[in-house]
């Protein structure tokens, strides 16, 4: 598989099986997750593994497709909104290599915007200064949904002089 098959038919997985996911595939993933770009190498991602109990208060609408693994990636407190703002860039990075390396071992990943809700950063213990960039649902995919069209490239591009 080259990255450019893994990036085009990696999909958002909605339906897990319940096969575990080994601790040791959780940790290979992530540290290859942690070869994302960051400014000054200050690796702002810090991640949060996600129990029955809060899984449970969450209450997310699908209960994350049924994932044996939920986990909660926080981005790191920042001096400047400057530096908050390339925080967020690199954990953006981190959660897509994440993906990437799940799917090129056959797992998917669900990602949840629902962690930046004030009442789940109070039930994550997510004090102000983080920000919750997602949520992942992690697991084997149950059904791998059908591509979608995207917007012709061509079409986005802009040439200055």
Not at 99 to 109: D, I, S
Request: contains cysteine.
């Amino acid at each position: 598989m080259t990255i450019t098959d893994a990036i085009k038919n990696r999909r958002t997985i909605k339906s897990f099986k319940r096969e575990p996911i080994t601790e040791n595939d959780l940790l290979t993933w992530l540290e290859a997750a942690s070869y994302a770009p960051n400014h000054r190498m200050n690796e702002p991602w810090e991640v949060l593994v996600i129990g029955p109990e809060t899984r449970a208060k969450l209450n997310h609408k699908k209960d994350f497709g049924g994932a044996p693994v939920v986990l909660a990636v926080l981005s790191k407190p920042a001096a400047t909104p400057f530096e908050r703002d390339e925080n967020i860039m690199a954990v953006s990075c981190f959660v897509q290599n994440f993906m990437l390396a799940a799917y090129e071992a056959g797992a998917g990943v669900y990602w949840s915007s629902m962690g930046n809700l004030p009442q789940n950063r109070d039930i994550l213990g997510v004090t102000p200064e983080y920000d919750v960039i997602g949520i992942l649902g992690i697991g084997y995919p149950e059904e791998v949904p059908a591509v979608k069209p995207r917007t012709p490239m061509a079409s986005k591009i802009t040439h200055l002089a």
